[in-house]
């Protein structure tokens, strides 16, 4: 089923067994990137045979790391619309404006690519339990896949979490737990846990497999554009799983010579005005981001002080020609009532940010105005509505 052949280190390239159980590079603190045989899928697999399989993200099953079909957990994720902003682009001047709404996902956010790759590799791997911190939407489809592929749940987020999250979290079954703090609290209390009693972290990177649920973001892209690429994506940036991914989708979609030309998107990473630590560490030039302090925003996906992956991000930003943006919690207001009212799309406050930021990059004459500009709205609003 899957073309799966080793695990490989970001930074120092060592490979690993990905038959078993894996982290992240116990040497070099660094993520693992799954590697497959795409020169057997290069001889062996046609692109557009993948087209007239059953709809969604498994239709790229041998592109991800579950070798049975048996331990395939899923709830027809993927295969989101790609969706032209005509009122929109007209307003702002611009021919080919579109957005990947990813809104319409099981548990209505992109976070169900991930945990659908990631839980379905454990459970092959013989995980029975799994933990993770979250600053929502990740835990809301945790709890989902986790109750479908009948495994224990844990989950650990900050109190002022959306309350949807939190609700939907309990519902599918999962053990909630609010602590005061950020993700980063979170994410040192999920890890304590996992150690001292065995459960299986799938945080964000520390594990290698929810990047590859994000990356058929990239493939669907490519066979919606005709096996070309857009010229700007505009991705908002928390953990940036989603980034690398696509960056990762593309390098394989060049060695599987599916590509029509060579030119990859300039990437765009998206944060708030009020937790910007790729933002700062993109304009100041350095190779990875100090810790955000004192983070606050209303976008809780983007609070995120610091990834564990923030090298890699930078790193895929710079090699793509791209460019890294904050906006404020005003302008994301703003962008989410203008996204509803002119195009029906009723945004996350995450995926709204993608249209602040492009309002920025037009007054910056950074695009041109004919050029395939993709937005991603990464999740529903529905979720961030306050309970009463």
């Known amino acids: ?3 799966l052949v080793n695990l490989q280190c970001y930074e120092c390239g060592r490979f690993y067994d990905a038959g078993v159980i894996q982290t992240y590079c116990p040497v070099c603190q660094a993520l693992l990137f799954a590697r497959y045989d795409l020169d057997a899928v290069r001889r062996e697999l046609d692109r557009d045979e993948f087209r007239s399989r059953p709809a969604g993200m ?22 989101t619309p790609l969706l032209r902003l005509p009122n929109l682009g007209s ?8 957005v990947k709404d990813e809104s319409l996902n099981p548990t209505g956010t992109f976070k169900a690519r991930g945990l659908s790759a990631a839980l379905s590799k454990a459970k092959e791997l013989g995980v029975t339990k799994v933990i993770i911190p979250t600053a929502g939407n ?14 224990k749940a844990h989950i650990v987020m900050p109190q002022d979490s959306p309350r949807a999250n939190v609700e939907e979290s309990r519902i599918a079954g999962a053990t909630v737990v609010l602590i005061a703090g950020s993700i980063t609290d979170a994410a040192g209390l999920a890890g304590e846990k996992a150690r001292a009693e065995g459960w299986f972290d799938v945080s964000t990177f520390k594990e290698p497999y929810r990047v590859e649920g994000k990356k058929i973001m990239g493939y669907e892209l490519a066979e919606e554009f005709g096996w070309t690429l857009p010229d700007v994506i505009i991705y908002p940036t928390g953990g940036g799983t989603g980034l690398v991914g ?17 030119c990859r ?6 944060q708030s005005a009020g937790c910007a630590p790729v933002v700062k560490a993109f304009q100041e030039k350095l190779p990875c981001c100090d810790y955000w302090l004192d983070a606050s925003t209303i976008a809780s996906g983007l609070r995120v002080p610091k990834s564990f992956a923030d090298r890699i991000i930078l790193d895929d930003l710079r090699e793509s020609n791209g460019n890294a943006v904050a906006v404020s919690d005003e302008a994301i207001i703003q962008a989410q009532k203008r996204l509803a009212c002119m195009e029906g799309i009723f945004a996350a406050p995450e995926g709204a940010a993608t249209l602040a930021a492009l309002e920025t990059l037009i007054r910056q004459g950074w695009v041109a105005l004919d050029e395939r ?3 991603f709205n990464t999740g529903t609003g529905l979720k961030y509505i306050p309970a009463d």
Not at 62 to 76: A, D, F, G, T
Not at 91 to 98: A, N
């Open 1 to 3: 089923m899957s073309y």
């Open 58 to 79: 498994w239709r790229w099953r041998e592109l991800l790391p579950v070798h049975q079909s048996e331990n395939m957990i899923s709830l027809r994720e993927g295969d």
């Open 91 to 98: 307003e702002l001047g611009l021919s080919r404006l579109m």
């Open 138 to 151: 990740a835990g809301g489809a945790m709890a989902a896949y986790a109750a479908r592929g009948g495994l």
């Open 246 to 262: 696509m960056w990762k989708a593309f390098e394989e979609m060049e060695a599987l010579g599916w590509l029509e030309n060579s």
């Open 265 to 270: 998107p300039r990437m765009v990473a998206v």
């Open 373 to 375: 500009i993709v937005l």
